[in-house]
């Protein structure tokens, strides 16, 4: 199926209803119920925290930082080979079609753990990770290859605001269910958790299908070869020659890697730090989830519309800059009411600082390729080291000091360098148009 002025609204619509059904992943396994549901049942009768996870004992919640850590080590290893082996074939639609059903088997999995089989409970949350991080590698580098320069900012933008709705939609309904077990004809608060991942599962899979129905599966017509797995290496190999030429690519991921350390890093355990720092009840801690998920459906178009009228380089400076003072802020939060401040902040430059990154690497790869998913994968991988290191340091931040506000304080940190860097990005619309 070719994208032509016939199809096309048809084709980007479905791409962005991906981000509807992938996205409740993101807000139920790995933000809210999830986090708050495993710390419950792994803490122990006398209200300790230690877990023995395949003969080592450590922290519940530093155990889930470096699970977080591994399963995302595991895609930043294989997927710029399977991007190139994709650009090579034209198999694209293939490769995110698997991660995305290895993602929602994986959720639906977890509706069978209930702490007492932490490594099964473990080890289907890293595939369920897995899943998710390696088809949004094939789903991103579709933006250029369904949509005119002109059109990423606010398509990007649209992805992330289905997604934002349709995760929020499924999460009121899973926080209904919890709340009041027994009108869903539920025993007890801990399977109506457990059925919300089921759930999830389902709808990941199911909605996808709506986006798999009609993106293109060989947009550029390139043939199967016997030298699949060979020309997938030297996909690998020509675009990192390529990347390497471009100056304002190299700086712009540098960027991309430090603040995304942060940003991901509070994505996957603000639950976490609500939950044992604040001793927030888990109905609250969700509350506060879906107050981000709200704010960032609004934060993704401002951003957008600064970007239009100021340029991308100035809304991503904005954002960063509102993180860093997120990070320091996040170590004087004591009660709930600051800790929801912090989030409405929160929300209004989660969405926007993804969206815009997302659009902005599209418009700074060369016009003349057709190896999008190459060239995606070095963002992706980028992406999935900066979750590796941001979750660790994390994790071992609070195994080495006890506290989870001394590593929020230090996610500061990675925000400022990416700073430093992005103010060194010169992205020039005329330069662009040339290359």
């Known amino acids: 199926m070719q994208v032509t002025l016939k199809n096309k609204k048809k084709v980007q619509n479905g791409w962005a209803m991906y981000d509807w059904a992938n996205s409740v992943y993101s807000l139920v396994i790995t933000s809210t119920i999830f986090p708050v549901y495993y710390n419950s049942v792994t803490k122990a009768a006398d209200g300790g925290d230690l877990v023995n996870f395949f003969g080592f004992e450590m922290i519940n919640t530093v155990l889930y930082s470096y699970s977080i850590s591994f399963s995302f080590l595991i895609i930043a290893l294989i997927s710029p080979l399977l991007s190139g082996i994709a650009d090579s074939t034209g198999k694209k639609l293939s490769f995110m079609k698997f991660f995305a059903y290895l993602g929602s088997i994986s959720c639906i999995g977890l509706y069978f753990f209930d702490g007492g089989n932490l490594e ?43 997604g934002y709705i349709g995760s929020v939609i499924l999460l009121v309904l899973n926080l209904l269910m919890i709340q009041f077990p027994s009108v869903f004809m539920l025993p007890d608060d801990g399977v109506a958790a457990r059925l919300s991942f089921l759930i999830t599962g389902v709808w990941w899979a199911g909605f996808a299908q709506l986006t798999f129905r009609v993106l293109p599966k060989n947009p550029f ?6 030298e699949i797995l ?47 720092e604040l001793g927030l009840p888990g109905d609250q801690l969700i509350l506060t989830i879906l107050i981000i998920q709200f704010v960032a459906i609004g934060g993704s178009y401002l951003f957008a519309f600064i970007s239009k009228k100021f340029g991308n380089k100035l809304s991503l400076v904005i954002m960063v800059i509102i993180w860093v003072f997120i990070c320091g802020a996040a170590y004087y939060v004591y009660d709930v009411y600051e800790f929801f401040a912090l989030a409405f902040v929160v929300g209004l430059v989660m969405g926007g600082i993804q969206s815009l990154s997302r659009s902005t690497y599209s418009k700074l790869i060369p016009r003349n390729t057709t190896d999008h998913a190459s060239y995606f994968s070095f963002y992706d991988v980028t992406e999935k080291l900066a979750i590796v290191l941001g979750t660790f340091s994390y994790g071992i931040i609070e195994q080495l000091t006890g506290s989870m506000r001394n590593s929020s304080l230090s996610l500061g940190i990675f925000f400022l360098v990416g700073l430093g860097f992005l103010l060194l990005v010169s992205i020039d619309k005329n330069q662009l148009l040339k290359k």
Request: net charge positive; hydrophobic share 50%.
């Open 120 to 162: 099964f409970g473990i080890i289907a949350s890293v595939l369920a990770s897995i899943g998710y991080a390696g088809s949004i590698v094939f789903y991103n580098a579709y933006l250029p290859e369904i949509s005119e320069e002109s059109e990423y900012d606010f398509l990007s933008a649209k992805g992330f605001a289905l």
């Open 221 to 226: 017509g390139k043939n199967v070869t016997k």
């Open 230 to 276: 060979a020309k997938g290496y030297m996909e690998i190999r020509k675009v990192f020659l390529e990347v390497r030429k471009i100056d304002v690519m190299n700086k712009f991921l540098a960027s991309f890697f430090f603040y995304s350390m942060g940003v991901q890093t509070v994505m996957y355990l603000a639950a976490s730090f609500g939950d044992k």
